[in-house]
T-cell receptor, first 111, second 115 residues
Framework: GQQLNQSPQSMFIQEGEDVSMNCTSSSIFNTWLWYKQDPGEGPVLLIALYKAGELTSNGRLTAQFGITRKDSFLNISASIPSDVGIYFCAGRDQGAQKLVFGQGTRLTINP | NAGVTQTPKFRILKIGQSMTLQCTQDMNHNYMYWYRQDPGMGLKLIYYSVGAGITDKGEVPNGYNVSRSTTEDFPLRLELAAPSQTSVYFC??????????????FGPGTRLTVL
């Protein structure tokens, strides 16, 4: 079946640093989504991408839909303590009812 | 709107016991999903439903059953609990798909331990 590889698995950074993470797929997706999960909570959608090459921002977060449609990237600028959590990528085929999720990137920030 | 609600928040089961995880959404969404999340892992789809009366298997359906008698409710049933079903279970919903409504809204999760 389809698989998503998300990297890195974990990150330990200083407050104020920029963060980059990515997700690669073994097959093409028509939709890429990025979610954040806080401890003890369900995932919350951050950014949705619908076109190859699309670059979308949400505050300090910027995500891109890769040109090959097999990858996506998420950047966080000037990290703050509330950015701590697990970030998941998810992809969907055209016409598919289901999302495929990456394994997550755990972000830890040292103040 | 309360969004997606799940009960219970926590539960401990003995091997072989059965239970139903409840999920309700008040957004009139057609699509509903059940996922499990094992420690340090992403979400794996158990079952999903595209509307009342219609359900389908996801990636890891074995040991579970679902029903969708109403648009609002999508309960997940464990008949014979096994330690391998220890996990955090998330329910999600989304509206009928259009070009820009491809998002899923998640509940807060049910943490299940089987001993």
């Amino acid at each position: 079946g389809q698989q998503l590889n998300q990297s890195p698995q974990s990150m330990f950074i200083q407050e104020g640093e920029d963060v980059s993470m990515n997700c690669t797929s073994s097959s093409i997706f028509n939709t890429w989504l990025w979610y954040k999960q806080d401890p003890g909570e369900g995932p919350v959608l951050l950014i949705a991408l619908y076109k190859a090459g699309e670059l979308t921002s949400n505050g300090r977060l910027t995500a891109q839909f890769g040109i090959t449609r097999k990858d996506s990237f998420l950047n966080i600028s000037a990290s703050i303590p509330s950015d701590v959590g697990i970030y998941f990528c998810a992809g969907r085929d055209q016409g598919a009812q289901k999302l495929v999720f990456g394994q997550g990137t755990r972000l830890t920030i040292n103040p | 709107n309360a969004g997606v609600t799940q009960t219970p928040k926590f539960r401990i089961l003995k091997i072989g016991q059965s239970m139903t995880l409840q999920c309700t959404q008040d957004m009139n969404h057609n699509y509903m999903y059940w996922y499990r999340q094992d420690p340090g892992m992403g979400l794996k789809l158990i079952y999903y439903s595209v509307g009342a009366g219609i359900t389908d298997k996801g990636e890891v359906p074995n040991g579970y059953n679902v029903s969708r008698s109403t648009t609002e409710d999508f309960p997940l049933r464990l008949e014979l609990a096994a330690p391998s079903q220890t996990s955090v279970y998330f329910c999600a919903s989304r509206p009928h798909r259009t070009a820009s409504t491809d998002t899923q809204y998640f509940g807060p999760g049910t943490r299940l331990t089987v001993l």
